[in-house]
C-alpha cells in the first residue's frame, strides 16, 4: 500500500474504535488507540519491509502533523510503539475523508441508515429497541453509522428475536448471512452486548459475554454435563451407571430432555469450578459435576432436574477462594433455587501451611468487587480473612493435596 492509502486505514480503523466506544456509552480515561502492526503486520519484525514500513511512517507523521493523531516512539528506537486518537478533532478528520477520498457524506449516510431502518419498522421489542438506538445516533454528528454494518446486524438481532429453535452459532450465521463464519467474524461480540443491554441480562464476573446467545436458543457449540461418580440416569429404554466410569462421562445438551430420572447414589452433589480439580477427585461415595465457571443454561438445567429427584441430598460447591469463586458460587446458588454449601472454600484452608506458597495477593479489582458480597454472612468471614491478610487462593492446590489422602 501507499502513503496515502495507509493514512485513510489509519483515520478509518481509529474511527472504528471510537464509534464502539461511542455505541456502547464505554466511558474510560483510556484514549483511542491502534499498534502500527494493525496496519501492516510485519512492521515489529526483522523481516518487515523497508518501503513498507517507511510508508507507514510517513503515513503517520502526516497525520500527527495534521493534528489528527498523536504517536510514542519505542524507547532507543525511531519505531512507533502507539497511534492515538485526537478525540476533539474527529469532526475535522470526517471533513479531511470526505475532501481527500471521497468518503460519503454524513447526510447521505443518515438517509441510508433510516432507509434500512424502515424496513424493520413491524419487527418484536429487541429489534425495535436497536433502531431507537440507531436513529438516536443519527442525531450525534460524533457517531459514524455504517449502513451496510447497520442492516446485518438487524438481520442478526430479528432472526435471534424470532427464533425458537435450537441452532448452533455457525448454522444461525448459515440462515443469516449464508456463511458459516461471518457472525463470529464480524459483527459477533456487538450483537451480544446489545441483547445483553436490551435485555437487561447483566454480564456475571468472569462470565462468557455470549451466554447470552442461550436465551435465544442459539448455542456456541455443543454444550455437555460432565460427571461421574455415585450417578445413575435412567431413560425410557435405557440406565446408565456413571460409577461404572472412573473418568466419568460427558453428557450432549441434545440427550438431556429425554432423561428420565437422575438417581444420587450418595449423600452428596459436589459441583467443581476448574477442570483440574475435577480430574483429579476420585470416584468415592459422592457425584460430582464440572461446571467450568458460571453454570450455563444447559448446566442449570440438569441440576434443577438432579435438585427435583433428589431434595434430600446435600449439595455443595467446591472453588477457587477468590472473589470470583463466590460470584460463582451465589449464581449457582440463585440459578437453581438452591442452596449449595462451600466446599474447601473457608479460612481453614487459607491458613493451611500446605498451600503457604500458593497464596496470591488481592488485585485492586478484587477489592472493589468484595463489598457487594461482604454484605452476605455466608462469605462475610472468609472475605474479611482475605481482605486483611489480602490473600486469595486458586482450587487445584487444594485438591491436589486432599484427593491424594483421601476419597470424598
Not at 436513529?135 to 428475536?161: A, C, G, R, Y
Not at 446435600?314 to 449457582?332: C, M, S
Request: hydrophobic share 35%; aromatic share 12%; glycine share 4%.
Amino acid at each position: 500500500m501507499n502513503e496515502n492509502v495507509y493514512k485513510k486505514t489509519i483515520l478509518e480503523r481509529l474511527l472504528g474504535k471510537y464509534q464502539i466506544r461511542f455505541t456502547k456509552n464505554i466511558t474510560v480515561n483510556r484514549r483511542i488507540q491502534l499498534k502500527p502492526t494493525e496496519i501492516y503486520k510485519e512492521y515489529t519484525k526483522n523481516n518487515a519491509e523497508i518501503g513498507e514500513k517507511q510508508c507507514v511512517n510517513e503515513a503517520i507523521e502526516e497525520l500527527a502533523q495534521l493534528g489528527f493523531i498523536t504517536v510514542s516512539y519505542l524507547k532507543f528506537s525511531d519505531d512507533i510503539e502507539t497511534i492515538y486518537l485526537m478525540e476533539e478533532k474527529t469532526e475535522d478528520i470526517y471533513a479531511y475523508l470526505e475532501k481527500e477520498y471521497g468518503v460519503v457524506p454524513r447526510s447521505m449516510i443518515v438517509k441510508q441508515v433510516c432507509e434500512r431502518l424502515k424496513k424493520y419498522s413491524n419487527s418484536g421489542s429487541i429489534t425495535k429497541k436497536y433502531c431507537e438506538d440507531i436513529l438516536e445516533q443519527t442525531e450525534n454528528p460524533k457517531s459514524m453509522l455504517i449502513p451496510e454494518k447497520v442492516e446485518e446486524n438487524l438481520k442478526m438481532i430479528q432472526f435471534l428475536e424470532e427464533n425458537k429453535e435450537n441452532v448452533y452459532v455457525r448454522e444461525a450465521s448459515m440462515l443469516v448471512y449464508g456463511d458459516s463464519k461471518w457472525f463470529e467474524q464480524n459483527n459477533y461480540e456487538e450483537i451480544c452486548s446489545f441483547l445483553r443491554m436490551a435485555t437487561g441480562k447483566v454480564r456475571e464476573e468472569s462470565e462468557r459475554n455470549d451466554a447470552i446467545l442461550t436465551s435465544f436458543h442459539v448455542l456456541p457449540t455443543e454444550q455437555e454435563i460432565f460427571i461421574k461418580g455415585a450417578w445413575k440416569i435412567e431413560w425410557d429404554d435405557y440406565v446408565l451407571e456413571i460409577s461404572k466410569l472412573q473418568g466419568g462421562i460427558a453428557l450432549a445438551s441434545n440427550d438431556l430432555p429425554g432423561i428420565k430420572h437422575i438417581y444420587v447414589n450418595a449423600q452428596n452433589v459436589i459441583t467443581v469450578e476448574n477442570k483440574t480439580s475435577y480430574q483429579r477427585m476420585k470416584n468415592g461415595e459422592t457425584a460430582m459435576m464440572y461446571l467450568g465457571g458460571f453454570a450455563n443454561r444447559r448446566q442449570i438445567e440438569f441440576l434443577k432436574k438432579v435438585i427435583s429427584d433428589n431434595p434430600h441430598v446435600i449439595y455443595q460447591h467446591f472453588g477457587d477462594i477468590d472473589v470470583g469463586g463466590f460470584f460463582i458460587h451465589r449464581h449457582l446458588c440463585r440459578e437453581t433455587s438452591q442452596f449449595f454449601e462451600l466446599y474447601c472454600m473457608d479460612v481453614k484452608q487459607l491458613k493451611d501451611k500446605r498451600f503457604a506458597k500458593c497464596l496470591k495477593t488481592l488485585s485492586d479489582h478484587d477489592r472493589e468487587r468484595m463489598d457487594a458480597l461482604m454484605e452476605d454472612n455466608l462469605y462475610k468471614e472468609v472475605l474479611g480473612y482475605m481482605k486483611e491478610n489480602n490473600i486469595k487462593l486458586e482450587q487445584e492446590i487444594i485438591s491436589y493435596y486432599f484427593y491424594q489422602e483421601r476419597n470424598v
